[in-house]
């Protein structure tokens, strides 16, 4: 579940990233991912979500957002555009010098397949 905050980051990360896929740098989508795991390689299978509240200050969401495998090269024109544009989205959703995005969390349990 995105909130406002994750939403606004993300159309940056579109802007400016083009290796950018909604946020999921994996080599399977999500739904290719839940299908994989739950008919391929696991059987007897248990699924849960939980909410994971990531709060994070300005320094700690810079080096986030600059670690990201598709975010701009450091000392990059895009890359100062980018940093320049995140921080005006984290300055905008900072309720006492920190944002917070709301992750899910999925478990996956049940025997490996042999």
């Keep these: 579940m995105k909130n406002d905050?994750?939403?606004e980051r993300d159309e940056v990360c579109k802007a400016f990233c083009p290796r950018f896929a909604n946020g999921y740098a994996g080599k399977r989508s999500v739904a290719e991912g839940d299908v994989f795991l739950r008919e391929q390689y696991l059987e007897d299978v248990?699924?849960?979500t939980f909410d994971n509240f990531h709060v994070m200050d300005k320094k700690a969401f810079s080096a986030n957002m600059s670690s990201?495998?598709?975010?701009?090269?450091?000392?990059?024109v895009e890359y100062t555009?980018?940093?320049?544009?995140?921080?005006?989205?984290f300055?905008?959703?900072a309720v006492d010098g920190k944002v917070t995005e709301v992750l899910a969390s999925q478990v996956y349990l049940g025997r490996i397949k042999e």
């Design 91 to 93: 300055d905008r959703y």
């Design 5 to 7: 905050f994750a939403i």
């Design 68 to 76: 990201r495998s598709y975010a701009p090269c450091r000392g990059s």
């Design 46 to 48: 248990e699924y849960e």
């Design 81 to 89: 555009a980018f940093m320049e544009k995140l921080h005006a989205v």
